[in-house]
């Protein structure tokens, strides 16, 4: 099993930036395929970002391609969302997510779900 625990997330501006952590504890941090994933309030949980077990391959939601970055450190057990250029869209609940083997974009198959991290882009 994996523990998450994410960090990071407060208020900022319209075009401003945050960083985001993730801390996993618990099982092998790189069998890990890492998951970023956002829920608005009324709204269903999306897909943000995901990155493979290396790190060397990811993917992003389109709404969020080109101003967030997802990468990870498995010496550290972290996994990170670089966030810029937000917009008031991007206010939501941020969680980090863990699942065996290979990085997918489909909240059901991510088995270990962090308490998530409050994002609030003001205009």
């Known amino acids: 099993q994996v523990q998450l625990v994410e960090s990071g997330g407060g208020l900022v501006q319209v075009g401003g930036s945050l960083r985001l952590s993730c801390a996993a504890t618990?099982?092998?941090?790189?069998?890990?395929?890492m998951g970023w994933f956002r829920q608005a309030p009324g709204k269903e949980r999306e897909f943000v970002a995901a990155i493979s077990r290396s790190g060397d391959s990811d993917s992003y939601t389109d709404s969020v391609q080109g101003r967030f970055t997802i990468a990870r450190d498995n010496a550290r057990g972290s996994v990170y969302l670089y966030m810029s250029n937000l917009t008031p869209e991007d206010t939501a609940v941020y969680y980090c997510?863990?699942?065996?083997?290979?990085?997918?974009?489909?909240?059901?198959?991510?088995?270990?779900w962090g308490q998530g991290t409050q994002v609030t882009v003001s205009s």
């Open positions: 997510a863990a699942k065996p083997w290979i990085a997918t974009r489909i909240a059901l198959e991510y088995a270990y």
């Open positions: 618990g099982d092998t941090f790189h069998n890990y395929a």
